[in-house]
């Protein structure tokens, strides 16, 4: 399945595109989440000090109802006078409307009779306390205060009662000596008075059924709630809708979609570039290179080998390839029709044909062993040169690929679906195969000098530990030093030293085991130990473990541990083995001070 490069890297790009698309979708579905989050924090805030404000306009009536006026010795005599005081009730009740704005009050004895009452409107009707005796007389069963909401011929009227005691029982302990009630109008002045308080707009919704409507709701920068008032039977009789314009909540939906739309635009430019970018460098030239070995023709390689890139030098290799294929042909053929012209020959040469035969005979061997020896000398010098142009081919893309996998997840691809998390992490891991094993075929085409640098050893390795791929069914046992002084080495070096030992490790205990990593010192060296409880190596191939192109294991490459001998080499340093067959393999590391 996709044994085409060309094809893997379409679907790559598919799936890189579809990633992208995914992405999308979750970054608007997390600016939606983002917006409701911050909305229902304004409408939080705006309903707490809507709520605020109108328990403080409400203060006055609850005050003087709950407090002053029921806890009054006056009061206690007017409510039980068998004579109504119009003057005194003028004075202290009337009181209430000049300074407080009510709109009525009521005033009843112990026998719920009333006993006064009046209105700022001079309504008759509403000098009647607007609910029936039996009403009145059960709303003080349970508790000494009532607060309520009724409709009025002039409007939605808040009712506040309480009982009625001399001022010495501020706690009510005595029996009620009459109720008192004030209500105040919730009419447009007042309404228009609570919205300049809040900044907001109010309307006031009569609840014909008792049920509240839902109107909460969001617009565009509009923030909306309401609020229930309940009536004497604690059903709703009323609603209050508020609503205010919120421009910091527009200015934020409208940056959401700026951002959007320039997170859109760039990566399907991104994706465009690279798509481009995969045809012209890779797609192309591959087309080129494989239609020329096919046809055997070099012609068509003329404009790659000028390119200069990776690909134009193995384009000049494949080239210098069908030449000397041509030469060696010829030479073939120059040494038939040499043949021909000797068997011709033999009848005039009948008595040293039997001599000259035997020489030719040795002749052509010689000929034939040193063509084979120069065929697979050349053979080999032109593998050697092929595996490192296309490892430096393959590098460039696979680089592209794992810093464009990186964006993606920079976009914040880590917070939400673990699907598209699994193919990332599937690309990264191909990915980062693939350049080990170029990284192997250029460490022994082409061994580098180490660059000695002071580096810790014990962090060289627990950074190789972090970034190595070990099975649940492996256990991981370290034994560091704790305490080792540092060294001159190439850490990079000596950590792809380390990668390719704990690699070897975990393939020799593909049924799980115990891994150990150790490190410790002597006088002269700093070492490293990898002790695994896998299936051992035969002492027959002890000797040809680090011989290139050798591996115990079905799916090595036999580069890693000829790459870790030139590095250790490289540094002066020695590797130790030791298995035995069932038991496991340690491997030492040895690293001169």
């Avoid at 008192?180 to 009569?206: H, Q, R």
């Avoid at 009323?238 to 934020?252: K, T, W, Y």
């Avoid at 010689?366 to 010098?381: G, I, M, N, P, T």
């Amino acid at each position: 399945m996709f044994k085409k490069v060309q094809t893997r890297l379409v679907v790559l790009l598919l799936l890189l595109t579809i990633a992208f698309a995914v992405s999308l979708l979750f970054l608007m579905h997390s600016e939606v989440q983002r917006e409701d989050i911050i909305f229902r924090e304004r409408e939080k805030e705006l309903g707490a000090l809507f709520d605020k404000i109108t328990v403080l306009k409400g203060k006055p009536l609850e005050m003087i109802v709950n407090s002053e006026y029921s806890l009054w010795n006056e009061m206690v005599d007017f409510a039980n006078s068998t004579r109504i005081d119009e003057e005194w009730a003028r004075e202290n009740i009337g009181w209430l409307f000049r300074n407080y704005n009510f709109s009525a009050s009521w005033v009843f004895n112990p026998a719920f009779s009333p006993v006064y009452s009046d209105n700022k409107f001079k309504d008759e009707k509403l000098n009647e306390f607007p609910l029936p005796k039996e009403t009145v007389h059960g709303f003080f069963s349970k508790d000494f205060f009532v607060h309520f909401f009724i409709y009025t011929p002039h409007g939605l009227m808040e009712i506040r009662g309480a009982t009625i005691h001399p001022s010495v029982d501020a706690y009510r302990k005595t029996p009620p000596r009459g109720y008192f009630f004030a209500g105040k109008v919730w009419d447009y002045d007042y309404m228009e008075e609570l919205s300049d308080l809040t900044g907001c707009t109010m309307e006031i919704f009569p609840l014909k059924n008792g049920d509240p409507v839902k109107r909460n709701g969001r617009e565009a920068g509009v923030i909306t709630f309401t609020r229930v008032l309940k009536g004497w039977d604690g059903n709703p009789v009323a609603e209050i809708g508020v609503r205010r314009e919120s421009a910091v909540m527009a200015e934020i939906r409208n940056l959401s979609k700026r951002q959007f739309s320039f997170i859109v635009m760039f990566m399907g430019a991104a994706i465009v570039v690279l798509a481009v970018s995969l045809v012209y460098w890779v797609t192309i030239p591959l087309k080129s290179l494989s239609s020329s070995l096919k046809t055997e023709n070099p012609g068509a390689l003329e404009n790659l080998e000028r390119s200069g890139t990776e690909f134009g030098g193995l384009a000049q290799l494949i080239v210098k390839f069908l030449g000397q294929r041509s030469e060696l042909m010829n030479e073939v053929a120059v040494r038939k029709r040499a043949e021909g012209e000797l068997e011709h020959a033999r009848a005039d040469l009948e008595e040293w044909s039997k001599k000259l035969e035997a020489k030719v005979r040795e002749r052509t061997e010689e000929l034939r062993k040193s063509q084979d020896r120069l065929v697979k000398s050349e053979k080999y010098a032109l593998i050697g040169q092929l595996a490192t142009s296309v490892s430096h081919e393959l590098r460039t893309p696979l680089t592209a690929i794992k810093n464009s996998v990186y964006l993606m997840r920079m976009m914040k691809l880590e917070e939400g679906d673990e699907k598209i998390a699994k193919h990332m992490t599937l690309i990264e891991k191909e990915v980062d195969a693939c350049t080990q094993v170029i990284s192997n075929m250029l460490g022994f085409a082409r061994p580098k000098e180490p660059v000695r640098k002071e580096s810790s050893l014990e962090e060289i390795v627990k950074e190789s530990l972090s970034i190595s791929v070990i099975p649940t069914n492996i256990k991981v046992v370290t034994q560091f030093h704790g305490s080792l002084p540092s060294i001159m080495v190439d850490s990079l070096q000596i950590r792809q030293v380390c990668n390719n030992m704990i690699k070897n490790a975990v393939e020799a205990m593909a049924a799980g085991g115990e891994l150990t990593v150790a490190t410790s010192a002597n006088k002269t060296s700093l070492i490293i130990e990898f002790k695994d409880t896998g299936i051992g190596i035969p002492l027959q191939d002890l000797e040809k473990i680090f011989d290139p192109m050798f591996s115990t294991f079905s799916n090595g490459t036999g580069l890693g541990l000829s790459v870790c001998q030139q590095i250790v080499d490289a540094h002066g340093g020695t590797i130790e083995v030791e298995s035995i067959i069932g038991n496991g393999t340690i491997f030492r590391v040895r690293l001169p001070l």
